[in-house]
């Protein structure tokens, strides 16, 4: 099934140079503020910048995926209330088709401290609903047509769900593992590309990026295994043993909001792998993408396609 999958998925891309790209996860509101540094305890402190954006991995990378020109899809949860109404707004402005379903609490949001001083962040965050069969049994409607699946893992009910469908129809997934929870693990042995932190990799095998890289594809993955390594790019294996890894390079930037970078690098990538390519130009695609977002506040770096080639000329 998977096999055959991949064949239709590459007939879709030639045939239409829209790809369609879904989005199965986490998204939220984020409120940014810029100051100087931390303020102390019981202090008054006047932001410097401000900006309310769309965030979490499923709701950025939607974001990212759509600028470089893929028809782009959520699947998300939400509570009620002013923070889903800003979200929802936030998504549709975008031009992501979002199929939300919506629970009777306080929606997700988040208030996001950037001290200039050291270039760090601090999130205090509220997070979304949980998904359950009422999520679940929009699945198959929601993945018809699409060529490329990003799942956030932060839900394991959902993401379960999810590659049982996307597997069912032969849709290519990318899943990102985050630092890593009790069921990451599980899910891996199902998706077709999987990015990890190297924090991650080691966690779970000991190993630098390289050789953890290499002993997890196969069990961990179907096709690419990609270790992210901050501003020394990444490696990545498509199959065992060293003549089969290969590296990305980071793109030197100066750093002005490094918020929502991952969210970007996974959605920009699963944008390049729709569009049918390797793996090398995916990661290349993803870390441009990244980088060119951290060189702005909030959102207003994440590139469109003609930003993206412009910046790589």
Same mark, same amino acid.
């Given at each position: 099934?998977l096999?055959?999958?991949?064949?239709?998925?590459?007939? =879709?891309?030639?045939?239409?140079? =829209?790809?369609?790209?879904?989005?199965?996860?986490?998204?939220?509101?984020?409120y940014?503020?810029?100051?100087?540094?931390?303020?102390?305890?019981?202090?008054?402190?006047?932001?410097?910048?401000?900006?309310?954006v769309?965030?979490g991995l499923?709701?950025?990378?939607?974001?990212?995926?759509a600028?470089? @020109?893929?028809?782009?899809?959520?699947?998300?949860?939400?509570?009620?209330?002013?923070?889903?109404?800003?979200?929802?707004?936030?998504?549709?402005?975008?031009?992501?088709?979002?199929?939300w379903?919506t629970?009777?609490?306080?929606?997700?949001?988040?208030?996001?401290?950037?001290? =200039?001083?050291?270039?760090?962040?601090?999130i205090?965050?509220?997070?979304?609903?949980?998904?359950?069969?009422?999520?679940?049994?929009?699945?198959?409607?929601f993945l018809?047509?699409?060529?490329?699946?990003?799942?956030?893992?932060?839900?394991?009910?959902?993401?379960?769900?999810?590659?049982?469908?996307?597997?069912? =129809?032969?849709?290519?997934?990318?899943?990102?593992?985050?630092?890593?929870?009790?069921?990451?693990?599980?899910?891996l042995?199902?998706?077709?590309?999987?990015?990890?932190?190297?924090?991650?990799?080691?966690?779970?095998?000991?190993?630098?990026?390289?050789?953890g890289?290499?002993?997890?594809? @196969?069990?961990?993955?179907?096709?690419?295994?990609?270790?992210?390594?901050?501003?020394?790019?990444?490696?990545f294996?498509?199959?065992?043993?060293?003549?089969?890894?290969?590296?990305?390079?980071?793109?030197?930037?100066?750093?002005?909001d490094?918020?929502?970078?991952?969210?970007?690098f996974h959605?920009?990538?699963?944008?390049?792998?729709?569009?049918?390519?390797?793996?090398?130009?995916?990661?290349?695609t993803?870390?441009?993408?990244a980088?060119l977002?951290?060189?702005?506040l909030?959102?207003?770096?994440?590139?469109?396609l003609?930003?993206?080639?412009?910046?790589?000329?």
């Open positions: 099934m096999e055959r999958g991949r064949q239709r998925h590459g007939r =879709r891309t030639q045939m239409n140079r =829209r790809p369609v790209v879904a989005m199965i996860g986490m998204a939220t509101v984020d940014l503020y810029v100051l100087d540094d931390y303020p102390e305890a019981d202090s008054v402190a006047p932001a410097l910048e401000h900006r309310t769309v965030g499923a709701g950025r990378g939607a974001i990212a995926a600028r470089l @020109g893929a028809a782009t899809r959520l699947l998300a949860t939400c509570g009620t209330g002013e923070h889903a109404q800003v979200l929802k707004r936030g998504l549709a402005a975008e031009g992501v088709d979002c199929t379903v629970y009777d609490r306080p929606s997700q949001h988040s208030a996001v401290i950037l001290a =200039r001083a050291g270039a760090t962040r601090t205090i965050w509220l997070p979304q609903p949980w998904a359950d069969e009422r999520v679940v049994e929009r699945l198959p409607a018809e047509g699409v060529d490329v699946a990003l799942l956030d893992g932060t839900d394991e009910t959902l993401a379960s769900a999810a590659l049982d469908e996307c597997e069912k =129809r032969g849709v290519a997934t990318v899943i990102d593992t985050g630092s890593g929870r009790p069921w990451t693990q599980s899910l042995g199902r998706v077709d590309h999987v990015i990890a932190p190297e924090k991650y990799v080691l966690n779970e095998t000991g190993h630098t990026a390289e050789e890289a290499s002993e997890l594809w @196969g069990d961990s993955c179907r096709a690419v295994f990609g270790v992210t390594q901050g501003q020394s790019g990444g490696v294996a498509t199959g065992k043993g060293p003549a089969r890894l290969q590296r990305w390079a980071a793109v030197p930037v100066r750093a002005v490094s918020c929502g970078a991952g969210d970007t959605g920009a990538y699963a944008w390049a792998l729709a569009m049918g390519h390797a793996p090398a130009e995916c990661f290349a993803a870390a441009w993408s980088a977002k951290i060189s702005e909030g959102n207003d770096g994440i590139p469109t003609a930003q993206l080639t412009e910046a790589r000329a």
